[in-house]
C-alpha cells in the first residue's frame, strides 16, 4: 500500500488516513492526531480510517467468507429464501430486493445478516418484540451444504472486525470525548457492552438484462446509491471481485474498471475514490455518532459505482460490513435514542410489508 507520511499521521495516496494495527492495539491514544485527521470536521477529511499491518490471520478469513458469499448468492433462489426472515423486517438472514435505493427496490446486491457477537441476545421479551430488526436470532444456512461452513467462516471474521473496532473506540475516545453531547460517554463502552451488532454480507451481482451495464455517463453510485451507515463506527473490509467461470469456483480478478469500487465525499464536499488494501480494514464514521455529537462529528456519505468495462457481465463484488452501535435504549439526542432513530432509518428505506435497514 503506497503511503505518504505527514508529520506523525501517513496517508494513502489517495488521502486516507493509515494506522498500523500494532500501534492500535499497544498505544492507542498516541493515534489522536491520526484520529482527529480522518474523523475531523476539516474540508479533506475522508471520515475514514485504513488499518494497516494486520494479523496473519485476516487474509485468509477474509477470502474465505468472501468466497462463501458468492457461493451463496449464486444458490438457486428458492433455497435462498428459506433464510430470509420477515418478522426482522429482513434484518437476519438473506435480503435481496427488499432495500429502496435510489427511489426503487435494489436489486443490484444481495445482503446476509447476522449478530457475529452472539448467535441470540439476552434482553426482555418486550425488547425482542419491539426490535425484531436488532434483538432477533441469527439464521445459519448449515443444512445447505454447498454452504457448509457459512456460519463459522462469518463469526470467524465477524468477531474479528468487531474486535478492531472496540480498539479503535478506545483510540478514538480523547477526540470523540470533547464533541459528545454527554461527555461522560465512552464510544468503547457502548459498542462492547451492545447487544444491537450487526454485519452484512454482501455479493454485488454484475450487470444483467434486469439491471444492465451502465453507459458511459454511468452514475457514480451505480451499484449502490449515495448513504450513510446508522451506526457509531462501521468497518469494513477491502472488496474481492470474482469472475464467473463455465464450471468449477470462480476466479479472483481485479475491479472491472479503474472507475469501480468504493466514493465518498470529504467534508468538503469533494467526491473521492478510496481504495481498502486486501490486506487492510476500514472504518467510517455513521449516522448515531452524528446525532451523538449533534452534528460536530458527521457521518460518512459513500456510494459504489459498477465501471463499465467490457467484461463485467461476468464479475460480481463480495465485501463485508460490521455496524457497530449502542443499545436501542442509548439516548443518542434529547428527542431520539437509538431505537426511535433506527426505526426512523428503517422506515425510510423499506416499505411496511417488512424489510431491513442499511444498517
Known sequence: MATVATSDITLTAEGAVSIPYNTLVRSPLSLTASIEKAFGSHPDSLGIVIVRDLPPTYAPARERL???????????????ERYADPKSRYSFGWSHGKEIMNGKPDTMKGSYYANPVLDEPTVSAELKQAYPEYYGKNIWPNDTAEVADFEEAFKDLGRFVFKVGCQLAVACQPFASSYLSDSSLSLAKLISSSQTVKARLLHYFPPS???????????????????????????????????????GDPTIVQAPSPTSGLYIRTRGGNLTKVSIPADCLAFQTGEALELATAGKLRATP?????????????????????FMQPNVDQQLSETENFGQFSKRIFDEHYKDEGAGASM
Open 302 to 322: 459513500h456510494c459504489v459505482r459498477v465501471g463499465a468495462a467490457p467484461d463485467a457481465e461476468s464479475i460480481s463484488r463480495e465485501t463485508f460490513a460490521l
Open 209 to 247: 438484462a434486469e439491471n444492465p451495464l451502465p453507459a458511459e455517463d454511468e452514475a457514480i453510485d451505480s451499484w449502490c446509491g449515495f448513504h450513510l451507515d446508522h451506526s457509531l463506527l462501521t468497518g469494513l473490509c477491502s472488496a474481492m471481485y470474482l469472475h464467473r467461470e463455465p464450471t
Open 66 to 80: 468472501l468466497k462463501l458469499a458468492y457461493r451463496f448468492a449464486n444458490l438457486d433462489p428458492s433455497v435462498r
